[in-house]
């Protein structure tokens, strides 16, 4: 089965400062999804990646698929306070049937 | 467009107990989903739903999970008797022709 390792656990930020958070997968990653979730909350999602190479933005939040498809990474720039909560990676397995697998998350803290 | 509902939000109950969960997902959307989260965890696939028919059961706990879609819309989730470790944020979300999937603000379940 697919395993997601993120990196790193948890992350504590002054505002203002860029932030990198990585996906690694076990196995190629077919589908790799990015979503924020706010503590007690449901996930919000943020972006798709398919293709190797692939890189996608949304505000101040990038996301990109390495070539090799078993790694994805989100960079916020210029972090604020509301861009703190738990980040999900999610991959499709199988490319096929539309599962999720998710990583454990990273709890990211803004501090004002 | 309305979200996906979920109800209720928040359930404390005994151990050996029954509980229910409900589900509506966004109009139109064929496939529904419900995860189980774990504190300081990621979201792990309980059941998946095609209209009424599951595509995939294989991480649910038959002996004591349920979950039905009947008219192809709504859907419950039910554990019966409850476990202390059934403690967990139970999600559900849905899918349209895209593979983009959908949350609820999910249900916080807490067995004592």
């Known amino acids: 089965s697919q395993e997601l390792e993120q990196s790193p656990q948890s992350l504590i930020v002054q505002e203002g400062k860029n932030l990198t958070i990585n996906c690694t997968s076990s196995k190629t990653l077919y589908g790799l999804y990015w979503y924020k979730q706010k503590y007690g909350e449901g996930l919000i999602f943020l972006m798709m990646?398919?293709?190797?190479?692939e890189e996608k933005s949304h505000e101040k939040i990038t996301a990109k698929l390495d070539e090799k498809k078993q790694q994805s990474s989100l960079h916020i720039t210029a972090s604020q306070p509301s861009h703190a909560g738990i980040y999900l990676c999610?991959?499709?397995?199988?490319?096929?049937?539309?599962?999720?697998?998710f990583g454990s998350g990273t709890q990211l803290t803004v501090l004002p | 467009e309305a979200g996906v509902a979920q109800s209720p939000r928040y359930k404390i109950i005994e151990k050996r107990q029954s509980v229910a969960f409900w589900c509506n997902p966004i109009s139109g959307h064929a496939t529904l989903y419900w995860y189980q989260q774990i504190l300081g965890q990621g979201p792990k696939l309980l059941i998946q739903f095609q209209n009424n028919g599951v595509v995939d059961d294989s991480q649910l706990p038959k002996d004591r999970f349920s979950a039905e879609r009947l008219k192809g819309v709504d859907s419950t989730l039910k554990i019966q008797p409850a476990k202390l470790e059934d403690s967990a944020v139970y999600l559900c979300a849905s899918s349209g022709p895209g593979n983009e999937q959908f949350f609820g603000p999910g249900t916080r379940l807490t067995v004592l």
């Open positions: 999610g991959a499709d397995p199988s490319g096929s049937a539309r599962q999720l697998t």
């Open positions: 990646l398919q293709k190797g190479g």
